[in-house]
């Protein structure tokens, strides 16, 4: 028998080596490998209305993209949008450079093959930036008005959706192109923020904007473990500085008595004064009542609206998730996120719907998201990009002032250890979306200014994976691997007196034993985060009412219960005494949709997710803290989130 | 056609078409080109070198070898070559002295064999390539085309390492390999350099020289014009013979400077046999014991003789292949890194033992008479293993500020403490002069490791056990540590047994075995005869069960304060200490019928370890059994009926469980809904029920016994049922609040009006009522929820009683690991409770 496979072998090797030295571009008209047309096919049938656009690209010498397979995204300008833009710019295309020339076709192109996503067409828009950025390195922003999509505002899409076997094309009649500015100066040129430009010079905060690149950023050359680099696994191709800021326009600002510097400068003081803060008189400093009011107004990364809130598996999001009426209306469930801000001790709160810093909840107020009532976006303002930073505007005044400290920031702070890596979202690091298994991004040493660590090739090293189909917050994992010893930088946090929490995600065959530090002070004893929640020393139950109602045991794997504790509250109470709470109620992972037919779960019901109580705290003061992870048993572990739940509202807490 | 035809077809037909196709099929249009050859392609190797006049050595050098043809028309080729002047150095060099060689006629044909072929790289190959695997990953070491059997080394017993392993080979020489897996080449090339992080002052201090931008290096040999282009190779000249250098053992073993170093380390390793020539010689090579940190799947961790290895290192420092990982489908692990070793210098060692109390190897001066020669064998292991690192990259200079050892201690090592450095081919060598001692010799763990009347102790927090070690390597944290001598690990008695019959309960005493693993021989407890034997090792084994609560039950976190008499221990339990002054000295586990003498005490970096002169016991009654020892003449066993009401409210409102699930058991009962942590049971005298019943404060058992409905219940439609249902629930509410989260006893831990949850829920808030608890010392008064919204002064209080020493009972409910206690043989899960009688009733609503 083993003769026969090595003389069939044999005869396919021969096969092998005679079609392997046959020219494989000439196929003639015998073969046809795929039905449709390549975008290359669409431009040169259609010489009429894109011959100029073909001309630029063989120019450029990238006529070849239009030929290769792909999932591309085209915005096409017609030759007239062409001229004319030739025309009003004015410019001759024959006398830019390959770089300028290059530039401006890229900006028409979205490779989603090369960023694990898609070709878009127009029922994937929504207001707001498509997910993936052009060929340049920058979003591109869709509106929707008068029963048409919109791209950056102006430019009308006049035949649309137009699929090839490498992508899909929608022409349109103007051509893209971005601005080079930086961030004070696009706020400046806007024109309808001269105040913020005004005070921007004023405080010196413009001179902190007008960075573009850290040219120091080597990208390393292969992956921890040797491995060369690939469109999955990969470090940051560079490191980009980004802002984003969230600003009233003067006609704004005006409703609110603010129409001159001086106006602002009151306003702010009054603010601040509120806040029982003494205020310094260089405007300089960030101590200074309007340094302060303006800085609150920008935050450290580059944050497009759309991702503004991150609602990736919250229970309230997906149509098959069958127990939302339990769980999502009843006052206390919301999906909010929190952004520091470059004002010292401050955070922007969000809510789902791009509410800003308000303590309603719009799950119970449905019409909160369009109201006037409270901060929120004006879409057709926002989303104005520049080189190093985007501008959104807002519908209301925003300040850091009592409400938002005393009561909007005085509840559950529940965020994820990216908020405070804005250098990972603003170098595309973080994937707002599910890309499973196709995108691994490595973050170096130094990386991130708040992350602190020493790669130790190839164990030891940190890596994000986009969200996939689990229960983790947001679906995503930033993992330390090997024998680590990280260090974040979290915060502010407002002052108070607090129970501090942090989430994770047990795993048996590769965790370690990690002790952790909060402020330099350890966290009791280390935590073995092999250890399955189902063990006595933790002493996990599935709630009851899931196995009653909803055959939940399965979704524990047969794990212990308590027909008289329905809904896990003596569970909850117990596992507290051992410093572990259940994960929120909030969020699912997709894969119980997939594996177990049935759509009820949460990952409060996964027993191998779990928050780990690291004390209580008091913080006397709004300011950073330092969260150290050092493993005493080397394995990886998954940094999914810290909570700070103020001690006077334990006694109100929800599952949530 | 039979099959036997198809296969005679396939045969006839693919070897003509093999032949058919491999001469038609790739015929290009490039056939004309065979002959030519670029002008800027140099001469084959060969005469290259003949033709440049200065490299006459190395001509008949791969003359000698029988390289000529390979050299003059063999591709493809990457030669490491030098130039005659460089030979001529290294004849007049204290180096070629010192090997016998002064010309090249002086130099055997097994040298030039070595320096040939360890210089040759299959492929033609740049610099620049040469720095990357056929996979794009980083190439830091390499193999090349020498082969280990090139040169077979034979070993006289004098050079051998002295322990008894190699006692057989007395007066003799053999043929031996320090280790028989391929060596490596280590390239300090740019790429490489700035791909790995090696800074120029690391190059400095490693190799002794600072190199430029584009320098590259083989070893320490700098390459002095590389990437000449020949015909059938590369060639790249290099400053110095490429002999490659010791692997990190052999480098250690041969320097004087290193030698009571080595002497710990040569303990470690056994001659292994290689292979048997046809004639009969045997061939061995040398190995060292190890536990194979890295998971590369090398570990040696039992010698010749079946037996565990007298000690294990981190890895073999002679393992030429070293790997600081497992290989990844990339890339092999040898590629990327190679080890590194920090070895204090002999005077450092001797040094390090130091009468001065205060210096950090007193405590070993004083175990061993300040003689490294009677180190016992594991704790030399531990020694020379934390002079290991597994990874050189991590072990450059410029990572000194940040380094930590393999256990994650901070090494506490600086550039200045470099006497010299060493690059082998398998790791770099670091001369030093100081000790680096393993640091859980400065923990509380340290008298336990150093101590050798401590085996089992020592044995049972690490790997093959508890695995308890890496809590207590938290140096940051305090713990006092009570620790039994290996003697006294006896007549501990097993809590699991005790849901056995009668004659298999049994009290275990711990030993080492022949193989040095722990096992227990088991004493009847009725019969005080042997009952078996338990050697059920791992980490999830029997012992493990036993020696983790052991562990659990004589460690405390945390401080402690003088005088302060409980404790609750790292598993809960609650413990009790004996002072004097500000000493502490006896312990006493609720099980034991007597304190533990506190023996000895040492202060460590991170609490206290204590010598105690026994096994602290865990209390061996349930919550039931204490309190069913006090039910009544009703209930067998009872001594008395001061807690008749409250014992008859539990067991009626089915408070007392068996089956916890469907597979574990209590060993007797457990409390339903108290689990894993300690607890207070308040139990009101029965005088205080029967007010609280008389009162109405709660449904007394008979009313719910004997359920009768008024005119308006029958009016509501309401059942006896449901009415008795409601009763019970109302009392079980009731009673529940008397079963308090953490155990506060009298004479523990001060509290002063803390809130501790009851087990009852707040049913408006899904949260659980509170109970107030202030102890003094001298007593314990609670303040219940009844009337919250009155200040705290105004609200009742109810005092703990002591006048009939029914306060501090210490109970401990287990649960195993069967449906049935006689099957079970680990401990499930369990609760500690303190039991307090109350003078009233508790009241939340």
Redesign the interface.
Known sequence: MK??FF??G??FI?LF??TS?VDSDDVGDAYTTFEGQMISNYLDNNTEQFSEFSRLMKQADVYNLLKSYGKYTLFLPTNDALFEYYETAPLDPDTLSMKELKKLIYYHFIDGETNASKAYNTYDFQVGAIPTKNMVGRYLYTNFENLQWHINETVNIVDGDLEMVNGIVHVIDQVLKGNDDLLPELIESDGQYTLYAEALKATGLWDKMLLIEDESYVQ???LP????MSQRDKYPDSKKYGWTALLETDSILALHGIEDLDDMRAYAKEVYGKLGKSDVDDERDPQNSLNHFVAYHFIPAFVTTDIFVTTYGYVSEHDWFGRKEDICYDGKYTIEQYWPTLAPGTLIQCQKGNLINTTRNPFVEPGLANSNDVIRFIHAESNKDCQNGIVHTLNRLMAYDDYVEYQVLHRRLRMELRTFLPELITNDVIAFGNKYNQWHRYIPEGYCENLEF?E?????YMVYHAANVHHYLYGDELEGNG?F?VTFKIGPIPAGKYEVRFGYHVSPGSRG?T?I?FDD??C???V?MRLSALS??I?WQQDYYMIENYNGAQLARNA?Y?T??P?G??ND??IR??NFMKAPDSYVGTNWRNDYGHYFGTARNSALDLRYILGTYTFTENTTHSLRF????SGNCLFDYIEFMPVDLL??EDQH | MTHKGIILFFRKWTAVMVLLLTLFACEDHFSYLEDQKPDWLGDNIYNYLKDRGDCNYYVQLIDDCGYTETMQKTGSNTLFFSADSTFERYFSSDAGRRAGITSYEEMPLSMKLLLLRSSMVSNAQLIERLSYSDKGGILFRRTTMMDITDTIPLVAYEEMPKNAYFSEFMDQTVPMFMDATQWTMVQFFPEVRQAKKITDDDMQIITGIKPGEEDAYVFGSKIIHKDITCKNGYLHELGSLLFPPDNMAEYIRRNPDLNTFNQLMDRFCQPMLFDTDPDGTKVYQLRYFNRDLMKTGRSLTTDLNGKAAPGLLYYDPGWNLYAASANTTNQNAFEMDMAAMFVPNNEAMQDYFNEDPSSEGYDLYVAFDGDWSKVPDNIAADFVANHQKASFIASLPSQFETIKDEAGYEMEIEKENIVSSFVGRNGLVYTINKVLPPLDYRSVMGPVKIDQGMKILNMAMGDTYCQFQYYLRSLKSTFHFFVTPDEYMKDYIDPVSMGHATSRRATWDFYLNANSAIQATLYSLATGDSIGINNSGGTSGQLTSRLTDILNQQTLVGDVVPGQEWYITKGFAPLRLFWEGNAITAVQGAGNDQALQVTKVYEKTNGFTYYINGIAQPSRTSIYQTLARHAGASVAGSVDDKFKLFYDICNEMGLFIASPTSTTRALDYKIDFLNQFHYTIYVPTNAAIQKAWDEGLMPSLDAINNVTLTPEEEAAGISIVEKADSLRSKLKRFIRYHFQDYAVCLKGNEVNGEPYLSATLNESTNKFFPIYVKQDGSSIVLTDYYNAQKPMSERQTVRVLTSDDLYNLMARDIVVNASNTTAANKIETYSYGVLHQIEDVLRFE
């Open positions: 003769q026969q003389l069939i044999g005869f021969c080596l005679w030295c390393p050359k292969t473990n040797g491995a060369p020493k130790e090739r190839p164990s030891v024998f010893d034993i002790q530090y002070q350890p009791g004893i280390p073995d006595g020393d002493g212990p308590n008289e504790d809904y509250f003596e109470k117990s005494n051992r050092v493993q005493m048993l006694n109100e």
